[in-house]
């Protein structure tokens, strides 16, 4: 099992440019969440994917961000266009509907920072 | 409006003595509640997890407590060691949602 994995680790980008972030889920799992990781707000939830279908998308910030599931083993948060202030850790976490209460598991995370 | 709060930032504790973590919460719906513990450079990784329907959950050196009627949880570490120094995630959930996350403290422990 190779865990869920994110890429890239790391993203440096200047303002009003394109970002995507990218993660591979864990074979298996119906679930895929993207949060956002700030000092100010701590970990806070994006969005969040159920067999491929956004479920809810309350949490992201504004229609600069979007976010697609075209498979079960790819998903892609978009930012577009960036800003400083969307400097952050963004993690990607997946998890089976039958063992939620066992928590999610986290990729190791994109850190961004828009200069 | 933030539904899980963790007050305190940060935690100082000497190795072997137990460690302390607070939680409050404001929806009496969730149904579950999750420690994760994150390093520097990782993803939080998920700690143990407590039932609403349960008070307490034991796992090895690590005990969640949970008190319904004040809306507080609280993660014990009995001892503490130098590896438990970390960044500590309470998490909570009803049916159908995504889990809500605190901000988070960072526990030190000292040798």
């Known amino acids: 099992d190779a865990g869920v994995i994110q890429s890239p680790r790391h993203e440096v980008t200047e303002m009003g440019q394109e970002v995507t972030l990218r993660c591979k889920p864990i074979?298996?799992?119906?679930?895929l969440f993207w949060y956002r990781q700030t000092m100010m707000r701590g970990l806070e939830l994006l969005i969040y994917?159920?067999?491929?279908?956004?479920?809810?998308d309350s949490g992201m910030p504004e229609d600069r961000f979007s976010a697609k599931m075209p498979n079960a083993s790819f998903s892609t948060l978009k930012i577009q266009p960036s800003e400083p202030r969307d400097s952050a850790v963004y993690f990607c976490a997946s998890t089976r509907s039958d063992r939620q209460i066992y928590g999610y598991t986290f990729g190791s995370g994109t850190r961004l920072t828009v200069v | 409006d933030q539904q899980v709060k963790q007050n305190s930032p940060s935690l100082s504790v000497q190795e072997g003595r137990i460690s302390i973590l607070n939680c409050d919460y404001t929806n009496s719906m969730f149904d579950y509640f999750l420690w994760y513990k994150k390093y520097p450079a990782e993803g939080p990784t998920f700690l143990i997890s407590i039932s609403s329907i349960k008070d307490k959950n034991e796992d090895g050196r690590f005990t969640v407590f949970l008190n319904k009627s004040a809306k507080h949880l609280s993660l014990h570490i009995v001892p503490s060691q130098p590896g438990d120094s970390a960044v500590y995630f309470c998490a909570a959930k009803q049916a159908g949602t995504a889990l809500i996350f605190g901000k988070g403290t960072t526990l030190s422990v000292s040798s």
């Open positions: 994917f159920n067999n491929n279908v956004p479920i809810d």
């Open positions: 074979s298996g799992h119906d679930y």
